[in-house]
């Protein structure tokens, strides 16, 4: 009878380590699952950090102060010729009045190519 006993109790024990042995396995599948899913994220966020780390140096460079300057500032290096294309005029609306005087003679503007011709060659 004590042999029956201990064979129920060591066959129990087994049980129970068994038990215990398919959670560790199960619980290491799901820490090698998250480890993956973290050496990704790393990943990511390396190549990201690279990416930034350009735009900085990029951003600190004499290239993008100039860009800056010259695009949003309006500034010009020495020596640039600097053009600022004008609009045709908007012509009034017609509105005759008694009291309106007679308009005075005014040249026409000039054509949009001769504005770039003397923009590029400007009289001597």
């Known amino acids: 009878m004590l042999s029956l006993v201990l064979g129920g109790v060591m066959i129990i024990l087994i049980a129970l380590l068994a038990v215990n042995f398919v959670g560790q396995v199960l619980q290491g599948a799901r820490l090698e699952s998250r480890r ?17 780390e350009g735009a900085v140096a990029f951003t600190e460079s004499d290239v993008y102060a100039e860009r800056i300057a010259r695009e949003q500032l309006g ?12 609009e045709a005029p908007a012509s009034p609306s017609p509105s005759v009045s008694a009291e309106t005087p007679a308009p005075e003679a005014v040249p026409p503007p000039l054509e949009n190519w001769r504005l770039w011709w003397l923009a590029l060659f400007p009289p001597q």
């Open 36 to 52: 993956a899913e973290i050496e990704a994220e790393v990943a990511r966020i390396k190549a990201e950090n690279a990416v930034l």
């Open 75 to 86: 500034y010009a290096r020495e020596g640039d010729v600097v053009i600022f294309p004008r």
